[in-house]
């Protein structure tokens, strides 16, 4: 299991910055917020803690996951510090690997994508599912593509 963030980690400005950043790239294609907050840090905290699956990953040609809250930790069997370093094609069962790599450059085009269903590895090597799961592409306030955010409710 993974370590629990403290509040303290929780608000870090490193970490408001993500949740911020994947909250407003999720308000501007799905054109809601995805929970109510007042600030940074209730958002940090609510997406942390939340009882849906939360994560992204980062713009590399090679992504690299950027954030995952405690359910997605959890489901990937991997701690906060480990995060930045486990790759997308890691969490990939090697037969769908191109699959997903494609499906990611279709997100980024698109902009975004509602009930994708696909399968992931942990790092454990135990294979799981995502389901009816919104993908969005993430743009900071430049407008640079950052990655793709993930969110897999829990209907």
Do not use: C
């Amino acid at each position: 299991m993974p370590e629990i963030l403290t509040e303290r980690e929780l608000n870090s400005d490193i970490i408001k910055e993500q949740v911020m950043l994947l909250e407003t790239s999720f308000a501007h294609w799905f054109l809601e917020s995805l929970i109510p907050y007042s600030d940074a840090y209730d958002l940090s905290l609510k997406l942390y803690h939340a009882p849906f699956l939360y994560f992204s990953i980062n713009e590399a040609d090679e992504p690299v996951y950027s954030y995952m809250n405690l359910r997605a930790q959890n489901r990937f069997e991997t701690s906060w510090d480990d995060v930045p370093q486990l790759t997308l094609r890691e969490t990939t069962v090697p037969e769908s690997t191109a699959a997903v790599f494609l499906f990611t450059e279709g997100v980024k085009q698109r902009g975004k994508f509602m009930n994708y269903s696909g399968t992931r590895m942990s790092r454990k090597g135990r294979v799981f599912r995502i389901q009816n799961t919104y993908v969005w592409a993430i743009f900071d306030a430049a407008q640079n593509y950052r990655g793709q955010g993930y969110l897999e409710p829990l209907f």
